[in-house]
C-alpha cells in the first residue's frame, strides 16, 4: 500500500505570469527572524556528489501516474505529484528502482524529500566531476565543452554571510569523501569564495574523521564536568568485540588470503547482511542512527581516524563494507558539526564503487564499473540494475543515514533535519555522458524555505526540462541567499548559458523552483 | 511393483478429479510452513509451497547455514563441555539468559528459517560476552579452559597461555585447524590491547572468547571447499573439505558439533575415503544423538505434533467431562501422547533398529502415564522394559495413536483425521479448502455421530471430488473417539448442552476411490497396509529429503528413490545412512 507523504514546508508558488499563489501559512514554518520569540535554528547546507551514471528516469523517479498536478511556468507544462512511499518485504520504495530499509526511510523522513526529473544541464557534460556541483571547467580530461572555472555551490554557501552572519564556528566547511583523479574532489573553491566569478581550486579534502571531530568541538564542549561521562568498561568491551566482529567478517569476505575468493554468490551476500547487521549494532553503541542525541557533545565521536588511505573512501576499491562504514564515521562529523552549530556547510563526495560485482572502476571489461557498467546502461538491463543497485547502496549509507542522524530535535522543537538542505546529484543525467535529467534527490526543508513531499517533473511534456542554474540557485536561495550573491555575467541562475539556453528557462533561472 | 502401480493410482485418484478444493496440486501460499496437525484446524500443508525439484536431485540448496538456537545451544555445551566437563557446561548454558533472545520463525523445520536479522545478531554479540564473561571470571573454569597458565599469576606464559587457547580453542569454534591470517587476527586484533603484551586478565579473555563465539565460521556451516575457482563451473558441484563433511554430518543428524571420533576422522583424511565416510556415517546415524536432534527436529515437526489441540480447550468443551467418564485425565496427558509416539520413534529407529513397517504397524503403547495408559488399556511403561501391548483387535500400530485422535469437541473429527493421513504420511497434496467451505449450510441429521455429520458436511457435489478420498480416510479412524480411546459404540453428545443424547454403532468402512478400481478399508489396519504398499515409505522418503537437503523434493527424484528404496528394504536406520551416502551431501553447488 503507497502512502502519501504529506508535504510539510510553507510554499508559494509562482505562476507564469508572476502571481503568487499562497498556500495555508504555518507559524511554525516561518522563516529565521520571523517567528515571535526564541531564536531560530540555524540552516544548514549538505552536499552529496558522485559520478554514477545513467541512472534512467523509469527506474530512478517515481512513476508517472503519480503526478496529479499541472501548470505552465516559463513556456513549460510542468507537473507534481505527492512522493508516495510503498513498503514491500521490509523496503520503503520511493521509485520502482530506489528503495531502503523500511525502519530508515519512514514516512516521515520521505516526507522532507523531493525527487525532480528535468533538471538540465545548458551544456554537453559528457566527462568530469566539478560541474556536478557547479564548476564547468572542470569538464573533462578531454575538454568537451570548458566553462568557467568557478566555485561549487557549497563553497559558496560556505563563505556567505546570509548562511553564517555573526555565528560562531569552528570550521566553515567540511568537505569529505573519495578523493578522485589528479588528487581533486568535487568540490571547488574561488580565491574570493565569496565571489563567484574568482577563479577557483580543488577545495581542500579532509576525511581525518577524528580530527575533524575535535577540531569541531573545541570551544563548543570546554566544561569537562559537563562532557557525558566514558563508557564503562563493559561498554567498552561490547564495543569491542562488535568492532573486532565486523573486522572478522570483513577479513574473511574480502581478505587477500584466498577464502574470499572461494566464496560463492549466496554466502557473499550472506556474509555482507551479517556485517550490516553489525555495522547496524555498532551504530547502536554509539548512539545512532536514530539514538544520536541533540546535544552538543554528546554525538559519537569517530572509533577511527578515517582519513585517505581507509578502503572506504578509496574511489576504486569495491570494498562494500568499508565504504558504508567509512561514510558512517564522515556522518558522524556532520552530525556533530551541526548539533554543536560549529559548521554548517559539508560536501560528500562519493567513491565511483558501491557494489561488489565489479573489481575495479577503470579498465575494460565486465570486471570494470565503468565499462562494464556505466557505458552499459543504455543497452543492458544487467548493468541499469546494477547502477541502480549502486546508487541505492550509496544512497543508503549516505544521505538516508545523514538524514537518521540529523533526525534530532533542534532548538526550537523542529529537527536538525527540517532546517538542513541536502541535495544529491550525479555526473551523468538518463544515460552515461549525458547532460538531461539529472538524477536530482533532495533531502531537509532548509528551515521553511524549501517545500517537500514531492515528485516534480520539469520536462516540457517528456522532452527538455529547466536548467541546473536554476536549481543551483534554488538551494542557494533556500540557504538564505540573493541573486547577487550567485549570478555571474548577467546570466540568471548559477552558472553559464549556451546556444538554445537562453530562452525561457534561462530567463527564470534565478528563480525558486516551481512547487519548492 | 504392486506398490508403485497402488502408489500410482492412489495419486492418480486424486489428481484426476474436481471437488470442493482449489488447486488439488498445489498446496497454498501458506509463507511460514505450518500445515494441518492431526486435530488442528484445517490449515495449508506445508508441501507444496513451491514446486518440488523433479530431475535435479543433486542440489542442497542455500547458503551457508546459521545454526538454529537449538544447534547454538547444543553446540555450546559440547565446546564448553570438552573442557568444563558436560555437566558444569549444562549448567553454564543452562544460565545464559540470552539464549532464548535469539529469534527463531514458526516454519516446518527450524533450520528451514535462515534469516539474519538485527535481533539475531545482536544475540549472538550478547551471547559471546555472556558466555566469555561466565568463564573468565570463574578461576575454576578458566584453568579448565585455558590450562593452569590462565590463573598461576605467573605473567611470563601469559603470551604462550593466549597463543595456545587460541589456536586449540579456535579449532573447535571453527570446527577445523585455524589458518595462519584467523591466528593472528584473535592475537594481534582481538587479545592483544592497543599493541599491549597479552594478557589472561578476564576481561581480555571474555573479549577473546566472545569475538570467537562470533565468528561466521562459529554462527554459520562455512563450507568453502580446497578446489580454486577457476575449476569450478557454474552451478555445479564442488566438494567439501573432510572438515566441512564433517561438520554437516554432525550437525544434520546431531544438530551439533562434530566429536572428537569425527573431528579425528576429518583430521587424518580418512573421512574423505568411501570406507571411512560409510562407517562414520553408520557411527553417527545409530548414535544417541541422532536420536535426540533427529526425535525432536524432524519427527515431532514431520508429524505435527505441536499443532495437537490444547487439552485445556477440550477439557472446556460441554459434556467433556461426562464424555470423558471414569477417565482421571492428568495436567500432562498431551504431552504424555506427544511422548508417546516420540518413544516409538526412539525405540523401533534405535533402540530395537526396525522397518518402517515395524514402526507403523508397532503393537506397543508407550504410555508412562496412568491417563495415556487407560486410554490404551493397559499397564504404564516403566520405560524401560518391553512396552506394553494393547489389544491388537483395537490398536494398529502409528495410525492409531491418540496423539492423532485428539480433538477439543465430544465429537471426533474424522475429515480432520484423513486429511493428515493422507497429506503428512502419503504426502498427498489437497489444497486448502474455498474460502466459504466452512460457511456453506448444511443440515446434518439428528444428533449425527462423527460419521453422519462428516458425511453431512461434505455431501454437496462440489465436495466430492476432494472428500470421496478423504472422508473413507478418517472413516477408518471412527473407532477412535477425541481423546483416543477404543470404541465399538459412540457416545454422542449434545454439541451446545453437553448432554448424552444417544449411542450409534461405529461404522469404519469405506471405500478409497483409486484410478482403475477401489479399495475397501475397513479399519486402520486396512489403512495401514495401503501405507505400507508403498505411499508410505515414499512419503517419508520426501519428508526425509526435504529435511536434510532443505528443498523439497519430487517423488522421482534421485534422493527419495533410494531413501525409498532403503525404507522398504531395511530399516530406517538404513534410510538415513542412504542419504548421508548420497553424493550431494558431501558437495555444495558453485554459485558466482
Given at each position: 500500500m503507497s502512502r502519501v507523504l504529506y508535504r510539510g514546508r510553507r510554499h508559494f508558488l509562482r505562476g507564469a505570469c508572476g502571481m503568487t499563489l499562497a498556500i495555508p501559512l504555518l507559524p511554525s514554518l516561518l522563516p529565521r527572524g520571523a517567528r515571535a520569540g526564541g531564536t531560530a535554528p540555524a540552516r544548514r547546507f549538505v552536499a552529496f556528489a558522485s559520478k554514477h551514471s545513467g541512472l534512467r528516469p523509469g527506474e530512478f523517479f517515481p512513476t508517472s501516474d503519480t503526478l496529479t498536478e499541472s501548470m505552465n511556468y516559463a513556456g513549460h507544462t510542468i507537473r507534481r505529484g505527492d512522493l508516495q512511499l510503498q513498503v514491500i518485504d521490509g523496503q520503503a520504495h520511493l521509485s520502482p528502482g530506489l528503495f531502503a530499509d523500511a525502519s530508515l526511510l519512514t514516512p516521515e523522513r520521505a516526507a522532507t524529500m523531493n525527487m525532480l526529473l528535468?533538471?538540465?544541464?545548458?551544456?554537453?557534460?559528457?566527462h568530469g566531476n566539478g560541474y556536478i556541483l557547479g564548476n564547468y571547467a572542470d569538464g573533462s580530461e578531454f575538454n568537451e565543452y570548458v566553462g568557467p572555472n568557478m566555485s561549487t555551490v557549497d563553497q559558496l554557501i560556505a563563505h556567505s554571510d546570509s548562511v553564517y552572519g555573526d555565528a560562531a564556528f569552528n570550521r566553515r566547511y567540511l568537505n569529505m569523501g573519495s578523493r578522485l583523479s589528479f588528487d581533486s574532489s568535487f568540490s571547488w573553491q574561488g580565491a574570493d569564495p565569496s565571489d563567484p566569478t574568482s577563479v577557483a581550486s580543488h577545495t581542500p579534502l579532509d576525511n581525518a574523521t577524528q580530527d575533524l571531530f575535535d577540531e569541531l568541538l573545541v570551544g563548543f564542549v570546554d566544561d569537562p564536568d559537563g562532557m557525558p561521562s566514558g563508557p564503562t568498561p563493559a561498554e567498552l568491551q561490547h564495543e569491542r568485540v562488535v568492532d573486532a566482529v565486523f573486522e572478522h567478517y570483513r577479513a574473511l569476505r574480502y581478505g587477500a588470503h584466498g577464502d574470499a575468493s572461494r566464496i560463492g554468490r549466496d554466502d557473499q551476500l550472506r556474509l555482507e547482511r551479517h556485517m550490516d547487521r553489525v555495522s547496524e549494532l555498532q551504530d547502536q553503541l554509539d548512539g545512532g542512527p536514530g539514538g544520536t542525541t541533540a546535544a552538543c557533545g554528546q554525538t559519537p565521536r569517530p572509533s577511527i581516524n578515517v582519513g585517505d588511505t581507509h578502503p572506504g573512501v578509496r574511489a576504486n576499491n569495491n570494498d562494500l563494507a568499508a565504504a558504508r562504514e567509512a561514510q558512517r564515521l564522515l556522518n558522524d562529523v556532520i552530525v556533530a558539526g551541526f548539533v554543536c552549530d560549529a559548521t554548517r556547510v559539508a560536501s560528500i563526495g562519493s567513491r565511483h564503487i558501491w557494489h561488489t560485482g565489479y573489481t575495479e572502476y577503470g579498465g575494460t571489461g565486465p570486471n570494470s564499473f565503468h565499462d562494464g557498467c556505466a557505458h552499459q546502461t543504455g543497452s543492458s538491463m544487467d548493468a541499469r540494475q546494477d547502477m541502480m543497485e549502486s546508487f541505492r547502496n550509496w544512497f543508503s549509507a549516505g544521505m538516508l543515514d545523514l538524514m537518521v542522524k540529523l533526525d534530532v530535535p533542534d532548538i526550537d522543537g523542529t529537527t536538525i533535519l527540517d532546517n538542513t538542505l541536502m541535495i544529491s546529484n550525479c555526473q551523468?543525467?538518463?544515460?552515461?555522458?549525458?547532460?538531461?535529467?539529472?538524477?536530482i534527490i533532495t533531502a531537509g526543508g532548509a528551515g521553511g524555505r524549501m517545500m517537500t513531499g514531492s515528485f516534480c517533473d520539469y520536462r516540457n511534456n517528456g522532452e527538455k526540462g529547466l536548467l541546473m542554474n536554476q536549481f543551483f540557485a534554488s538551494a542557494m536561495l533556500a540557504m538564505g541567499m540573493g541573486p547577487e550573491e550567485f549570478e555571474t555575467n548577467g546570466n540568471p541562475g548559477y552558472g553559464p548559458m549556451q546556444g538554445t539556453y537562453q530562452g525561457s528557462t534561462a530567463s527564470v533561472a534565478s528563480e525558486m523552483l516551481p512547487f519548492l | 511393483m504392486a506398490h508403485d502401480v497402488l502408489q500410482m493410482t492412489f495419486v492418480l485418484a486424486l489428481g484426476s478429479v474436481g471437488g470442493c478444493y482449489t488447486g488439488l496440486a498445489s498446496i497454498s501460499d501458506d509463507t511460514d510452513g505450518i500445515g494441518s496437525g492431526p486435530g488442528g484446524d484445517q490449515q495449508p500443508s506445508p508441501?507444496?509451497?513451491?514446486e518440488p525439484q523433479a530431475g535435479n536431485p543433486d542440489v542442497i540448496e542455500g547458503q551457508w547455514r546459521r545454526l538454529t538456537r537449538a544447534e547454538y545451544r547444543s553446540t555450546l555445551v559440547d565446546l564448553l563441555g570438552i573442557s568444563l566437563g558436560a555437566s558444569a557446561a549444562q549448567d553454564l548454558v543452562g544460565g545464559l539468559g540470552e539464549l532464548e533472545s535469539i529469534p527463531e520463525a514458526h516454519v516446518l523445520y527450524p533450520h528451514l528459517d535462515q534469516a539474519v536479522g538485527q535481533e539475531h545478531v545482536n544475540a549472538y554479540v550478547a551471547l559471546g560476552l555472556e558466555v566469555g564473561n561466565a568463564v573468565a571470571q570463574d578461576p575454576a573454569a578458566l584453568e579448565a579452559l585455558m590450562g593452569a597458565c590462565a590463573v598461576d599469576g605467573d605473567a611470563s606464559n601469559d603470551a604462550a597461555c593466549v597463543e595456545d587457547f587460541v589456536e586449540d580453542f579456535g579449532a573447535l569454534v571453527h570446527r577445523r585447524p585455524l589458518q595462519g591470517w584467523e591466528h593472528a587476527f584473535y592475537v594481534d586484533e582481538v587479545a592483544r590491547v592497543e599493541g599491549e603484551v597479552l594478557s589472561v586478565e578476564p576481561m581480555r579473555v571474555a573479549t577473546l572468547v566472545a569475538a570467537m563465539l562470533n565468528a561466521p565460521n562459529f554462527i554459520y556451516q562455512v563450507e568453502l571447499g580446497e578446489s580454486e575457482p577457476d575449476e569450478r563451473a557454474a552451478d555445479e558441484m564442488f566438494e567439501l573439505t573432510a572438515w566441512e563433511q564433517a561438520a554437516r554430518l554432525s550437525y544434520r543428524f546431531w544438530g551439533t558439533m562434530p566429536d572428537a571420533e569425527l573431528r579425528e576422522a576429518a583430521r587424518s583424511g580418512g573421512l574423505l575415503t568411501d570406507e571411512g565416510w560409510e562407517a562414520q556415517v553408520r557411527r553417527v546415524v545409530a548414535d544417541r544423538r541422532a536420536a535426540t536432534h533427529l526425535t525432536q527436529s524432524f519427527f515431532r515437526r514431520w508429524l505435527h505434533l505441536d499443532d495437537i489441540p490444547d487439552l485445556d480447550n477440550a477439557l472446556a468443551a460441554p459434556g467433556f467431562e461426562e464424555f470423558s467418564g471414569d477417565l482421571d485425565i492428568g495436567d500432562d496427558l498431551r504431552e504424555s501422547m506427544i511422548d508417546d509416539v516420540l518413544a516409538s520413534v526412539r525405540f523401533h529407529v534405535w533402540d530395537e533398529p526396525g522397518t518402517y513397517a515395524a514402526w507403523l504397524t508397532s503393537p506397543h503403547a508407550f504410555a508412562r502415564e496412568n491417563d495415556l495408559a487407560a486410554i490404551y488399556g493397559t499397564a504404564p511403561w516403566d520405560g524401560v522394559s518391553v512396552p506394553p501391548e494393547p489389544d491388537e483387535a483395537e490398536r494398529a500400530g502409528l495410525l492409531t495413536r491418540p496423539a492423532f485422535m485428539l480433538?477439543?469437541?465430544?465429537?471426533?473429527h474424522l475429515i480432520h483425521r484423513g486429511a493428515f493421513v493422507l497429506e503428512q504420511l502419503s504426502c498427498t497434496s489437497l489444497g486448502a479448502p474455498p474460502p466459504d467451505a466452512e460457511s456453506e449450510p448444511f443440515e446434518p441429521p439428528e444428533a449425527p455421530s462423527a460419521r453422519e455429520y462428516a458425511e453431512a458436511r461434505t455431501a454437496a457435489p462440489a465436495c466430492a471430488g476432494c472428500h470421496s478420498v478423504i472422508n473413507p480416510v478418517g472413516y477408518a479412524l471412527a473407532h477412535y473417539d477425541s481423546l483416543g480411546r477404543y470404541m465399538e459404540e459412540e457416545a454422542i453428545f449434545d454439541e451446545i448442552e453437553g448432554t448424552l443424547l444417544r449411542h450409534a454403532t461405529v461404522d469404519a468402512s469405506g471405500t478409497l476411490p483409486l484410478a482403475g478400481g477401489s479399495h475397501p478399508l475397513e479399519s486402520a489396519a486396512d489403512l495401514g497396509e495401503v501405507l505400507l504398499d508403498g505411499p508410505g515409505q515414499d512419503c517419508m522418503a520426501q519428508r526425509l529429503a526435504h529435511f536434510f537437503t532443505e528443498v523439497e523434493q519430487a517423488r522421482d527424484s534421485q534422493t527419495v528413490v533410494a531413501v525409498a528404496a532403503a525404507l522398504m528394504d531395511g530399516t530406517i536406520q538404513d534410510a538415513l545412512v542412504e542419504i548421508a551416502m548420497q553424493p550431494n551431501f558431501r558437495q555444495k553447488a558453485w554459485r558466482h
Open positions: 528535468g533538471i538540465d544541464y545548458p551544456i554537453w557534460t559528457n551523468s543525467g538518463a544515460r552515461d555522458h549525458y547532460q538531461d535529467a539529472m538524477p | 508441501d507444496g509451497d513451491e480433538h477439543n469437541q465430544t465429537r471426533a
